[in-house]
């Protein structure tokens, strides 16, 4: 890796992969994210799916407001940080299920966290899509949360066979593409945290009427 850019404004990004496989190409991709946004000046708060494990989501274990320990877990480490970047497993060409849950358990806190976040998504995969078609469907509850999920998504295609020994890439182009995305997506979180140039306007929508049975998102 080159020199590290320290010409920043502080941000932190909460980096975690969605599997809880040992030797995940997940985890070597979210690692290898670690070690891009530190070069670039950005502190990173490595997390293990496992430090979110909820059960499943049932609604009738909300009693007394309930939040299980991963929910609580996953809902602080998003606070505590500027932004998150998701490294998820395809599952039948869609998000595994783990991650879908603690999502549904975090998006009980009111407030609830997600809103106006910012997210970056990416994924691995032995196929040749990289699991690209999981990362449609993650993008869904994000963005119905109100996270802002960045546009550019990076997928890793035959990634049992594209990293060499030091946790890099193989391919020179692929490194510098992926590079590029974290970066782009730094500069993002950084002008949205300490270049704010647009005030919030209040926005009243008359058509829905808060009720319990309805009330799912803010
Ligand atoms: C239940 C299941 C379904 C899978 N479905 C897909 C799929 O739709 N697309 C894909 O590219 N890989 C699929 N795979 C293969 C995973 O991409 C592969 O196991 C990958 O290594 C999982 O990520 P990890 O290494 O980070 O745990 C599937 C694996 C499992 C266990």
Known sequence: MEQQDNNREHTSFLVFSASLRKNSLNTKLAKLAVKVIEKHGGTVDFADMADFDCPTFNQDLEVDNYHPEGAEAFRKRILANDAMIVSSPEYNGSMPGNIKNIIDWTSRFRPQPFHQYHALLMSASPSM?????????????????GTRVYPDMFSLATAH???????SLKDKTLAK?????????MNLVEA???YPCIKKAWVEFLGEKPAKETERVE
């Open 129 to 145: 899509a990289g699991g690209n078609r999981g990362l449609w469907a993650l993008r869904v509850p994000f963005e119905h949360l």
């Open 161 to 167: 066979d594209a990293f060499n020994e030091d946790g």
């Open 177 to 185: 593409r992926f590079e590029d995305n974290l970066v782009a997506f």
């Open 192 to 194: 949205s945290k300490h």
